[in-house]
C-alpha cells in the first residue's frame, strides 16, 4: 500500500504538470493504457483470464465504474478548488472503506484503528492547511471521489482469493480506456514530446500503482490497510518538493510524523492481536 501510495503521488505530480493543457479525459485515458496493455502481456504470457468468469463481472463491473468516476471526480475536484481542500475530502476514504469492510466484508476492526485513522487525518489536515473557501460544488465532487474510492478499494478485497489481482486490474483498465475513449476523441489536443513523456509517466505510474494497490487489498483486511494510503501525503510533499519547487513548511513536517505515527501504531498493535470489536 506505501508502495501504492508512493507511485499514485508521482502520478499526481505528472497530472498537474499536463492538467493546463491536456484535457481531463484525456488524461484518464493515458492513465490506464498502459496498466491495460501491461495486464495484458502478463496475463496472456501465463495464460490467465483476461476478464474473470461470468459470475464475476457484476462485481467486477461495480468495482470498475465505481473506480472510474472516482478518478474523474478527483481530476474535476482538482481542477476547480483548493488543492489542500479537495485532499482533505478525498481522504475520508479509508474511514468509509473501514466502515465497508465492517458492514458487508464482516471483518473485525481492532480497536487501535479508529483512533489511528483520527490521527492520519488530523496529520493530513495539518500537512494540507485547508482555508475550505472553494466554490461548495467541486468539495462536493471531491467527496464524491471518496465515496467512490471507498467502495472500490472495499471490493478489491472482496476479489481476495477469488480473481487473480491482474484481471480485476485489466477489467478496470479496460473498462475506463473504453469509456474515455469516445471523449478524448472530441476534445484531443495533440501533446508535444514533453506532456506525451509526462502523459506516459502518468500511465507507468498509475499503472503500478493500480497493481500494488490491489495487490494490497488482496494480501490483508481492507480495514487494517487503508490507513496506509495516508504516507501518499507525506510522498506528495516530498516530490512536490523536488519536482515543483515547492517549499516544505513546519506544518508538512508535523503532520507527515503524525501519519507515520499513525500508520506504525495500527501496523504495531494490529500484529500483537489487540482487541476487536
Request: hydrophobic share 55%.
Amino acid at each position: 500500500m506505501c508502495t501504492s501510495a508512493f507511485l499514485f503521488s508521482g502520478m499526481q505530480i505528472a497530472i498537474r504538470l499536463t492538467g493546463d493543457t491536456i484535457p481531463l479525459m484525456e488524461q484518464v485515458f493515458f492513465r490506464n493504457i498502459v496498466s491495460l496493455i501491461l495486464s495484458f502481456y502478463i496475463i496472456k504470457k501465463n495464460n490467465g483470464s483476461f476478464f474473470g468468469e461470468k459470475k464475476h463481472q457484476p462485481m467486477l463491473f461495480c468495482r470498475s465504474i465505481a473506480g472510474i468516476l472516482g478518478l474523474v471526480c478527483m481530476f474535476y475536484a482538482a481542477a476547480n478548488a483548493h488543492q489542500a481542500d479537495v485532499t482533505i475530502m478525498t481522504k475520508l476514504s479509508p474511514f468509509m472503506i473501514t466502515l465497508w469492510a465492517f458492514l458487508f466484508l464482516k471483518e473485525k476492526i481492532a480497536k487501535i484503528q479508529l483512533p489511528g485513522l483520527i490521527l492520519a487525518f488530523i496529520g493530513t489536515l495539518i500537512v494540507a492547511n485547508p482555508v475550505f473557501n472553494s466554490n461548495l460544488f467541486p468539495l462536493l465532487i471531491a467527496i464524491l471521489c471518496a465515496v467512490f474510492s471507498s467502495v472500490s478499494y472495499t471490493l478489491l478485497a472482496y476479489f481476495k482469493n477469488k480473481l487473480n489481482p491482474l484481471t480485476v486490474v485489466m477489467h478496470f483498465s479496460a473498462v475506463c480506456v473504453a469509456i474515455s475513449l469516445p471523449f478524448m476523441a472530441f476534445h484531443f489536443v495533440m501533446p508535444n514530446m514533453f506532456e506525451f513523456i509526462i502523459l506516459t509517466s502518468l500511465g507507468i505510474l498509475g499503472g503500478f500503482g493500480q497493481i500494488t494497490l490491489t495487490y494490497a487489498y488482496r494480501e490483508a483486511p481492507a480495514s487494517e490497510v487503508s490507513i496506509y494510503n495516508y504516507s501518499g501525503i507525506l510522498f506528495s510533499v516530498i516530490l512536490a518538493f523536488i519536482f515543483l519547487g515547492e517549499s516544505v513548511r513546519l506544518t508538512s513536517a508535523i503532520g507527515g510524523t503524525l501519519v507515520v505515527a499513525a500508520s506504525w501504531l495500527v501496523y504495531r498493535f494490529t500484529n500483537s492481536g489487540s482487541e476487536e470489536i
